[in-house]
């Protein structure tokens, strides 16, 4: 090979390396950075929703998921600011506090990121839902009827005398998640035929099993004539709590159905080999929470096609004794 072929080559080869090391940072470059903050990243369900997101980055090729917990409002604005120093173009958050929708808002808009809701539904400064932002959540008024309607067959089944039975519900109106699952399966049971002056609501002071214990065994003492107790809450520990408040006032299992939703939290119950008055929970989807949101966001980001601002998920799952480690496994749970 001569000299000026030789050169010719040379030229050739860097021009090849160069072209391959643009295309390569060029593809780097085209990576979409998303967020997706949850509260409570210990838990089943959370876990499942990252693992969906995941899925759906693995799915659409070129998406980056940066996993954050924010259990409370420091966290949740200081994850922010991190997303946007790390050059994430939106996120998907379910809020520590609905009450913070606001403070997000008006941070995410600082740095031009776009956000999506799961799970919890912003308020504004008067506690009120803030429709403008886009929300994927579980339908909440037609889990809670299906809570409700699902009560009413397992009374008929034991064949109970509506005339000694009663409904305990544990309420949480200040959330508007909740009071839409609790006036949902109200609603139903009433329209199955259930005594409406028969439904007695307690509020809880938190939605855990403590706090439904307390409000269970206050409403409990004011009705000693009840023989048979059906006990609607807004997820799986309320429900519990009832259960637990019902057990210390003597109640048997025979005498009293609970059921719960979120289906994550009544394993060990479930898992029990002695039954309890808690019969079930119904199972939304976790996975398709993290999957879709993920998908939409990205949409929103890279093919500017925003998102419904109202997103339900229906059709969940009613987890039994017989039937909840198969139903768990096929979500990932």
Request: proline share 6%.
């Amino acid at each position: 090979m001569n000299k000026r072929n030789f050169l010719k080559s040379l030229i050739a080869v860097s021009v090849l390396a160069t072209t391959g090391a643009i295309s390569i940072s060029s593809q780097a470059a085209e990576i979409t950075k998303l967020g997706f903050l949850v509260k409570q990243p210990e838990e089943p369900w959370f876990q499942t929703e990252w693992a969906f997101a995941d899925k759906a980055a693995k799915d659409l090729g070129d998406v980056q998921i940066i996993k954050m917990a924010i259990p409370d409002g420091e966290k949740t604005l200081n994850a922010i600011d991190n997303l946007a120093a790390s050059g994430a173009k939106g996120f998907v958050i379910c809020t520590p506090d609905p009450k913070l929708g606001p403070a997000i808002m008006a941070k995410a808009r600082s740095y031009d990121l776009k956000v999506i809701t799961v799970d919890d539904q912003f308020l504004n400064a008067a506690g009120e839902p803030m429709t403008n932002v886009p929300i994927i959540m579980m339908a909440a008024t037609e889990i809670g009827e299906r809570q409700g309607f699902e009560l009413y067959k397992e009374m008929q089944k034991r064949g109970w005398n509506v005339n000694e039975t009663a409904v305990l519900a544990i309420t949480a109106d200040e959330l508007d998640t909740a009071r839409r699952r609790t006036e949902g399966s109200i609603s139903a049971l009433v329209k199955a035929g259930f005594p409406e002056k028969q439904i007695y609501k307690s509020p809880t002071k938190s939605n855990d099993i403590p706090g439904a214990l307390d409000a269970g065994n206050a409403m409990l003492v004011q009705h000693p004539e009840v023989k048979n107790w059906l006990i609607v809450g807004m997820n799986d520990n309320t429900v519990l709590g009832g259960i637990r408040a019902t057990e210390g006032q003597g109640f048997k299992p025979e005498n009293v159905v609970g059921i719960g939703i979120n289906g994550t939290d009544a394993v060990s119950e479930l898992s029990k080999p002695k039954k309890t008055g808690f019969v079930g929970s119904l199972l939304p989807s976790p996975d398709v929470h993290g999957y879709r949101s993920t998908e939409m966001l990205y949409k929103w980001v890279k093919e500017g096609i925003e998102p419904p601002k109202y997103t339900p998920i229906g059709d969940p799952v009613l987890l039994t004794r017989e039937n909840f480690k198969a139903e768990l496994e096929k979500k990932g749970l």
